[in-house]
């Protein structure tokens, strides 16, 4: 039997958006939102605007996906999103 099980409602109950995690901030959604931008940011010519915009919401997403531990046990396929999260 595995008594380390955690649900979500464990990390975040009903009603509650956020928290703090090792120190940083964390939104309900951050996850969800680093993993679509990763996902954009493939499909995006490097120097351009939007690549810009989304390269600069992954750094300020990084901490609280960080945070949560993602790193720890996943690694990003992409050279360009390692440097992303290496900087963070």
């Known amino acids: 039997m ?5 649900s979500p409602e464990d990390v975040l109950p009903d009603g509650v958006d956020g928290t703090v995690l090792n ?16 996902k954009n940011l493939q499909r995006l010519a490097p120097g351009t605007e939007e690549h ?4 600069d919401q992954l750094r ?5 996906v960080a945070a949560v531990g993602l790193f720890d046990v996943f690694e990003a396929r992409s050279p360009e999103l390692r440097k992303i999260i290496a900087a963070g």
Request: hydrophobic share 55%; no cysteine; net charge positive.
């Open 2 to 6: 595995v008594d380390d099980i955690v």
């Open 23 to 38: 120190g940083v901030q964390v939104r309900k959604g951050s996850v969800a939102a680093f993993v679509a931008n990763a």
């Open 52 to 55: 810009g915009r989304v390269s």
């Open 60 to 64: 300020a997403l990084a901490p609280a």
